[in-house]
């Protein structure tokens, strides 16, 4: 019964962050300012790191969860650089 019920606990999540993934896109696409495509964009690639969570749960693979780390640790650091762009208007001083 549990694999039963963690099948479609992994179905669903799957549907749920693709859904997420396609309204970040939509903020990111259509936001009126900087801000909310940066938003946007920082909410699009922490539902892909966790869509690939996900499917590294699915296939009881651990490459998955190595490149859903990669992929973290370089949307932070995007989302800083551009957050302090936004703000002073230079990344690097």
Do not use: C
Not at 6 to 30: E, K, Q, S, T
Not at 49 to 58: A, E, K, S, T
Not at 70 to 89: D, E, P, Q, S, Y
Request: aromatic letters at 10%; charged letters at 15%; glycine letters at 8%.
């Amino acid at each position: 019964m549990s694999a039963v019920i963690l099948f479609w606990a992994v179905m669903f999540a799957h549907v749920a962050l693709g859904l997420a993934m396609g309204l970040a896109l939509y903020r990111m696409l259509r936001g009126p300012r900087a801000q909310d495509r940066v938003l946007g964009l920082d909410a699009l690639y922490l539902n892909s790191m966790l869509q690939l969570l996900v499917f590294g749960i699915r296939s009881e693979s651990t490459i998955y969860f190595e490149a859903s780390l990669i992929i973290a640790v370089l949307g932070f650091v995007a989302t800083v650089a551009l957050a302090k762009f936004l703000m002073r208007g230079e990344v690097i001083e």
